[in-house]
């Protein structure tokens, strides 16, 4: 175990703030494999278009997670950028190490609602040309996931897009650390839908995981990203 179970916390302490807390090193309680994966046909441009234009009926998995602020809710958005190659990808990024909260991890481009935002898709476009400069001009968005609250009581909107493949970034060095694809593939087939739970100071925490090793590195993706990923499986599978 990556922490002491039997250690004095606060049942609402943030999962990052937990003394040598490490989430790949939780143990996996179950894989789904045996949820069937969503077919190629489903995952091409068009297909994804034609979903959301014509939605199924559906609920999201997970919704929000256990609050530990008293920080009055926030507005935000995050862009799920799917990459028009002729296998989809997901383009995600790596925050950097220092950040305040979530250092280190997989992220989608997105942040907090600006006033002069129009809508969901206006921030995660502008958070996505500030975080990573990724233009919005070869950016189409298909349509917003239900709301997806965290901890922090940022209340999320997914908005998912497609991008051409001929892309180029620019990564804000303070905010990113690296920027990088995955299949959207592997990402829709539960096989690789890891469940993790750890229970300290009387309460339960649960999360998936879908960690992905690419040339570079193994990307562990989880918390947040994972769970919006999984409503994405499940408005695809649906």
Same mark, same amino acid.
């Given at each position: !175990?990556?922490?002491?179970? @039997?250690?004095?916390?606060?049942?609402?302490?943030?999962? @990052?703030?937990?003394?040598?807390?490490?989430?790949?090193?939780?143990?996996?309680?179950?894989?789904?494999?045996?949820?069937?994966?969503?077919?190629?046909?489903?995952?091409?441009?068009?297909?994804?278009?034609?979903?959301?234009?014509? %939605?199924?009926?559906?609920?999201?998995?997970?919704?929000?997670?256990?609050?530990?602020?008293?920080?009055?809710?926030?507005?935000?958005?995050?862009?799920?950028?799917?990459? !028009?190659?002729?296998?989809?990808?997901?383009?995600?990024?790596?925050?950097?190490?220092?950040?305040?909260?979530?250092?280190?991890?997989?992220?989608? %481009?997105?942040?907090?609602?600006?006033?002069?935002?129009?809508?969901?898709?206006?921030?995660?476009?502008?958070?996505?040309?500030?975080?990573?400069?990724?233009?919005?001009?070869?950016?189409?968005?298909?349509?917003?996931?239900?709301?997806?609250?965290?901890?922090?009581?940022?209340?999320?909107?997914?908005?998912?897009?497609?991008? @051409?493949?001929?892309?180029?970034?620019?990564?804000?060095?303070?905010?990113?650390?690296?920027?990088?694809?995955?299949?959207?593939?592997?990402? !829709?087939?539960?096989?690789?839908?890891?469940?993790?739970?750890?229970?300290? @100071?009387?309460?339960?925490?649960?999360?998936?995981?879908?960690?992905?090793?690419?040339?570079?590195?193994?990307?562990?993706?989880?918390?947040?990203?994972?769970?919006?990923?999984?409503?994405?499986?499940?408005?695809?599978?649906?």
């Amino acid at each position: !175990m990556p922490i002491d179970p @039997s250690a004095t916390l606060p049942p609402d302490t943030p999962l @990052s703030k937990l003394p040598n807390f490490d989430p790949a090193k939780v143990p996996v309680l179950g894989v789904d494999a045996h949820l069937p994966a969503v077919s190629a046909a489903r995952m091409a441009p068009d297909a994804l278009r034609w979903r959301f234009a014509h %939605p199924p009926a559906w609920q999201p998995e997970v919704q929000a997670e256990r609050r530990f602020t008293d920080r009055q809710p926030a507005v935000a958005a995050v862009l799920v950028p799917i990459v !028009m190659r002729e296998q989809p990808t997901v383009l995600l990024t790596e925050r950097t190490a220092h950040l305040t909260t979530h250092q280190g991890q997989v992220a989608f %481009p997105g942040g907090k609602r600006d006033d002069t935002d129009l809508d969901a898709a206006d921030t995660a476009l502008r958070e996505a040309e500030e975080e990573i400069g990724l233009d919005r001009a070869i950016t189409e968005v298909i349509g917003t996931m239900p709301t997806y609250t965290t901890g922090t009581m940022f209340i999320i909107t997914p908005v998912v897009a497609l991008v @051409s493949p001929d892309y180029h970034l620019t990564l804000n060095d303070y905010e990113v650390a690296d920027a990088f694809e995955v299949p959207l593939a592997f990402l !829709m087939n539960p096989a690789h839908h890891r469940r993790h739970a750890l229970e300290f @100071s009387g309460a339960r925490r649960e999360w998936f995981s879908m960690p992905y090793a690419d040339p570079r590195k193994e990307r562990f993706i989880w918390g947040a990203t994972a769970a919006m990923l999984r409503n994405f499986y499940r408005f695809l599978a649906a």
